[in-house]
Every structure is written in C-alpha cells, then in structure tokens.
C-alpha cells in the first residue's frame, strides 16, 4: 500500500528498524520481528547505512519483511556518496521489486570517513526529484522539528524544509521530545504554504548515553527530566524502560491530540518497550 493511502485512511502507527550488523545481530533481529509481528503495524521501515555501508543489506531485509512477514515496507535511501546512475539504479530494483515507498534522504558521511566525496547529490530534495522523474513511489523525506544542525539560520532551515516538503507525499520526523516542536514545524510549514502530512518520531528512550548523543547530534534537545528520571535508575533496565515507555507513551498521546496524522516509532531493534507502548495506547488488540 502506498503510504498517503494509509494516512488518507486514518492515523498510521509504523517501526523503523535497522538492518542487521552481522550474523549474531541478524538472529536477534529476526526473533525481534517475530516477536512485534503480531502488533500489525500500518507500516515498517530500515534504514540505509551511511555511504550505502548497508545497501545489500537494507535490501536483503526489506525483501524478507514485505514477501515473508507481509508488512507494507518502506526502504530509506540516502544519497551521500552515490553517483546519480547508482541512486537510479536502486530505485528502479525497489520499484521491480512491487515496493510503492521510499524515504529520500541526504545522509550523513560515515562516522570514520568524515571527508568522504560526497557524490552527485547534495540534498534530499534531489532525490525527491530523481524518484519523480524514475518511479511511482509514494515519497516521504526527514523532518527536522527543531532545525537541522547544518542550518544557515532557522529560517533558512524551515525555507528548506518547507521546500523538500511540497514536492514530497509525506514527511517523517526525527525523534521528538516536545510536543511544542511538533506542533512549531507543522505551523510554520503551514505558514509557508505546506500542508503534507507529517509523521511524528517517537523513540521510547531505555538507554540514555546511547540516545543523548545521537539526539545532540541530530540537533535536538533532550529532555533534562527525562535524562533526571533515567540516571536514578542508573542499572536497573526494567525501571529504565518502564520510565522511557511511561515517557512515550504520555507523548504519544499529545502528539496524536495535536493532530498527528502518524507515529513512527524508532524500535531500535529492540521489541518488549515497542510491544509496551502499543499496549498502552491500546493498539495491540489485547
Ligand atoms: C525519519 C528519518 C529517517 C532517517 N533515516 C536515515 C537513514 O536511513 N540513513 C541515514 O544515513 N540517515 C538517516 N536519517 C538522518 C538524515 O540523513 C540526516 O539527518 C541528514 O543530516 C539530513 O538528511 P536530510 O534528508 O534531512 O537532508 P536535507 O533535507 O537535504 O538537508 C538537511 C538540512 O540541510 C539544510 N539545507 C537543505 N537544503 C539547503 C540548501 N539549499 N542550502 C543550505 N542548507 C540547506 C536544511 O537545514 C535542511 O533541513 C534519517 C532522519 C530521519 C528524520
């Protein structure tokens, strides 16, 4: 199903994972998805590793959970790094494939290869482009609710935003702490003549060094009482995850009373916080 479809339909609750590292990593992903399978989510995503570090590998998973475990599935692609005939390329083997998304991204350079040539593209909103010019995807590109740390300026940020935003079909944000900036990026792309609907990112947070820093480095806050609460709990896991599940889950809520039309949660390959969060918003059909 293509995902404006799903949203026309009503409010979309969807999982994003990331592909398997290695062979141990990929036994505990798919007991993972064994495990959320029966939650049904509208749909599911994986990402695409900086500088296509996973292309064979998103692929590989994307395939199994669309034609095995029968989920709606969309693969994220970034462009850092590709030639236009590799980024074609990938589109067009998805599209023969039977998927109907794609989430169109700029990426980050690798972590240990900061200066990697950055290849044909420079922004998401080229990909947007290209996917238009090759395919039929639905395409849904990366919202950033409290501006992206590249940024010139905030407005400038929010003119980018606004811009990648119009040619695309819906938008997904990064994980969101606050509902305010939720509710700040869906009115000032309303200001700036942007309707397309914007999934909001929900990361229930268990493991606070691994989160704050990609937080920080996405160029978000991270809630000092939530980050209070988690180091009390210091190496107590359950009392962890009962505060990051308690704290997603009253989120969850105002986002989708602000008028959310989506929450895509961030599982982080992990189930049990994912299957509690969709218990408590009584999703699960238990
Ligand atoms: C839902 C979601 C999924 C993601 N999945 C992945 C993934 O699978 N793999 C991965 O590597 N990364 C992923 N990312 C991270 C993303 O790649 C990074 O945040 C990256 O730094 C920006 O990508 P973008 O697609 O938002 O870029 P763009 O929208 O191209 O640009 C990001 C920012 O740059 C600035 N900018 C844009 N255009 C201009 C311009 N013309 N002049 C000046 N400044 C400009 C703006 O502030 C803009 O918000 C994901 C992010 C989100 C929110």
């Given at each position: ?174 994980a969101v702490f606050d ?23 929900v990361l229930p947070v268990m493991n606070l060094n691994q989160v704050r820093r990609m937080v920080e480095?996405?160029?978000g806050v991270f809630p000092q009482s939530l980050a209070t609460d988690l180091e009390a709990a210091g190496e107590d896991r359950a009392a962890a995850r009962a505060i990051g599940v308690g704290f997603a889950t009253r989120l ?14 961030y599982?982080l390959?992990l189930?049990q916080a994912t299957?509690e969060l ?9």
């Open positions: 199903m293509r995902i404006p479809d799903l949203l026309a339909r009503g409010t979309t609750y969807s999982f994003e994972f990331g592909p398997p590292r290695d062979e141990e990593t990929e036994v505990r992903f798919w007991r993972v998805i064994d495990r959320l399978s029966r939650l049904n989510p509208s749909f599911v995503s994986v990402t695409y590793g900086a500088a296509g570090s996973t292309r064979e590998g998103t692929r590989a998973v994307v395939r199994r959970l669309k034609d095995e475990v029968g989920w709606t599935t969309m693969p994220h692609l970034s462009c850092i790094a590709h030639s236009r005939d590799d980024i074609v390329g990938i589109m067009k083997d998805y599209q023969a494939l039977g998927f109907e998304n794609l989430l169109a991204l700029r990426g980050d350079p690798p972590r240990d290869q900061p200066e990697i040539e950055p290849g044909d593209f420079r922004l998401a909103i080229e990909i947007v482009e290209l996917a238009r010019e090759h395919t039929n995807f639905a395409v849904g590109v990366a919202m950033h609710p409290e501006g992206h740390p590249h940024a010139a300026s905030a407005a400038d940020d929010r003119a980018h935003q606004a811009a990648k935003l119009r040619v695309a079909d819906f938008g997904i944000t990064q509902v305010s900036h939720y509710v700040g990026l869906v009115n000032d792309m309303a200001r700036l003549g942007v309707e397309t609907p914007i999934i909001a990112g480095l996405s160029g969850a809520r105002e986002l989708i009373e602000a008028g959310a039309p989506g929450l895509h949660f599982t390959n189930s299957r969709f218990s408590n918003l009584g999703l699960d059909g238990t």
